[in-house]
Nanobody, 122 residues
Framework: QVQLVESGGGLVQPGGSLRLSCAEL????????MGWFRQPPGKEREFVAA????????YYAKSVTGRFFISRGQVENTIHLQMNSLSPEDTAKYYC???????????????WGQGTQVTVSS
């Protein structure tokens, strides 16, 4: 089974930046895009960004367009999320998963990693 491991979260001030990383361990989701979802406190999980392995095309939620940038890692089966101009609205636990495109929904909604917490506060 595929293991999803997220890292890079932390506490930052408004306007700051963070870079998140995700690694797929074991069997990967061949043929699927990979991306990020987030769940703010007390709210539902929402799509953030995704990248197509076949073409390298990125997809972004409107709320993060122009501020967040998704990329493939140098190490195989890794992706990153560069987050800039962070605001308190970005505070959430961030998860990675395989992504259906163009629907931008998780391929396997029954399996998630531990996630990494991002807190934006003064």
């Amino acid at each position: 089974q595929v293991q999803l491991v997220e890292s890079g979260g932390g506490l930052v001030q408004p306007g700051g930046s963070l870079r998140l990383s995700c690694a797929e361990l074991g069997r990967t989701f061949s043929g699927y895009a990979m991306g990020w979802f987030r769940q703010p406190p007390g709210k539902e999980r929402e799509f953030v960004a995704a990248i197509s392995w076949s073409g390298g095309f990125p997809y972004y939620a409107k709320s993060v367009t122009g501020r967040f940038f998704i990329s493939r890692g140098q190490v195989e089966n890794t992706i990153h999320l560069q987050m800039n101009s962070l605001s308190p609205e970005d505070t959430a636990k961030y998860y990675c998963n395989a992504v259906n495109v163009p629907a931008l929904t998780p391929v396997d909604n029954d399996y998630w990693g531990q996630g990494t917490q991002v807190t934006v506060s003064s």
